[in-house]
Structure formats: structure tokens, C-alpha cells
């Protein structure tokens, strides 16, 4: 069974960013960058999801197709792996393409000024690839 980790490295008002590594038992298969909102309590729709162990489900919905839905997230819900830029604190006044999901790109860099992950969508076809239609177990480590 595939699994992924993601290892967060880095936070602030614009977002949390970190590095997805998809596994195949131990040996890493694939390498992508993350962007979630800043740690606000697990606060619903404002901050990124608690460090842990999660079951991921694979999503199709028609604002969100082929994108993963991480379930069994203490009292959240539709928390998505999908394609965006930015992550950041609304109400700070950046911009955000996510409501506590993450985000997955194929490098950092900014846009306007502030922090976002990069080609998102190319990112999310090389995650599909990768994973497919299957379940697997995603890890949450690192800050915050």
C-alpha cells in the first residue's frame, strides 16, 4: 500500500508550506510542495489540520474533481489534497484558495508579492498519477 507524508517545514500569516512524499512501503516514489492555512486551533475553515495519522479516500465532486479527501479529521470535514496557489490568512488580508484543505505544487515561489505553491495543476496530475483511485495513509509531521 502507498502512503504519503507530508513534513511541514515552515509557517506564517501567508500559509503553512511543506514538502508530500508519496511512498511505496519505504522507498519514496514522488516529491511535491504543500501550502495549508497558518495553525489556528483547528479552527473549521481557518486553519490547517492537527499533526497525525489520517485515511485519505479518493474525491470527485464537481468543483472539486480527482482530488483526495483526507477523512477523520477531529471535528472537521471536507478536507481536500487538491489544486490551488495560495493558503494564506484571509483575514489578514492575504489571499487563500483553501478553506483548510492542502494544497500541492510542483515548487514554492510568490505570486503578487506573496507566498504560494506553483503549478498546481501539473502537481495534482503527477499526485493522481502516482496514486490512482486507491486509499492510502497520509502523515502529518513537522510544525505546528
Known amino acids: 500500500m502507498r502512503s504519503v507524508k507530508i513534513l511541514r517545514?515552515?509557517?506564517?500569516?501567508?500559509?503553512?508550506?511543506?514538502?508530500?512524499?508519496?511512498?511505496?512501503?519505504?522507498?519514496?516514489?514522488?516529491s511535491l510542495f504543500t501550502g495549508e492555512l497558518p495553525w489556528r486551533d483547528n479552527l473549521p475553515r481557518k486553519s490547517c489540520i492537527p499533526r497525525g495519522k489520517y485515511e485519505c479516500q479518493p474525491w470527485n465532486s464537481k468543483k472539486y474533481p480527482n482530488t483526495y479527501n483526507v477523512m477523520d479529521v477531529p471535528g472537521r470535514t471536507a478536507i481536500l489534497i487538491h489544486a490551488g496557489n495560495f493558503c494564506g490568512n484571509r483575514d489578514e488580508g492575504f489571499l487563500s484558495n483553501v478553506e483548510g484543505c492542502i494544497l500541492v505544487g510542483t515548487k514554492f515561489g510568490?505570486?503578487?508579492?506573496?507566498?504560494?505553491v506553483l503549478s498546481s495543476k501539473i502537481a495534482m496530475s503527477r499526485l493522481r498519477n502516482v496514486l490512482g483511485s486507491n486509499f492510502f495513509e497520509l502523515s502529518v509531521e513537522g510544525i505546528v
Do not use: K, M, N, Y
Request: a negative charge.
Open 110 to 116: 510568490s505570486i503578487s508579492g506573496q507566498q504560494a
Open 9 to 30: 517545514q515552515r509557517t506564517s500569516s501567508e500559509g503553512t508550506f511543506g514538502i508530500l512524499t508519496v511512498f511505496e512501503d519505504s522507498s519514496p516514489l514522488l
